[in-house]
């Protein structure tokens, strides 16, 4: 399996931007499908987006869509999540996350690695 740390978080007014990151180490990076998911306090785990192995197909929330951009270098073993235009609602911890399965994924449970999180706070 492979180890995640994301990174990038931060304090952001409304209308601004941060770019995610998330760093993996072990199994072959590359050929595993990978998603941002994000949790807000007292709410349940959500899914952001994903992207497959290769960085050809990926999917949005439709929260997100249009504002959030997934993307991967498996040469450097890491994937992006570029904010922009934040609202105070995307205030939450944003956790990136491998699946195994050789498909992409969207839900939480066929996801198998995590990593710690990154705190976004969104002001207002």
């Known amino acids: 399996q492979v180890q995640l740390v994301e990174s990038g978080g931060g304090l952001v007014q409304a209308g601004g931007s941060l770019r995610l990151s998330c760093a993996a180490s072990g199994r072959t990076f590359s050929s595993v499908s990978m998603g941002w998911f994000r949790q807000a306090p007292g709410k349940e785990r959500e899914f952001v987006a994903a992207?497959?192995?290769?960085?050809?197909?990926?999917y949005y929330a439709d929260s997100v869509k249009g504002r959030f951009t997934i993307s991967r270098d498996n040469a450097k073993n890491t994937v992006y999540l570029q904010m922009n235009s934040l609202k105070p609602e995307d205030t939450a911890v944003y956790y990136c996350?491998?699946?195994?399965?050789?498909?992409?994924?969207?839900?939480?449970?066929?996801?198998?690695?995590w990593g710690q999180g990154t705190q976004v706070t969104v002001s207002s």
């Open positions: 996350a491998a699946s195994y399965l050789g498909v992409v994924v969207v839900t939480t449970n066929l996801f198998a690695s």
């Open positions: 992207i497959s192995w290769s960085g050809d197909s990926t």
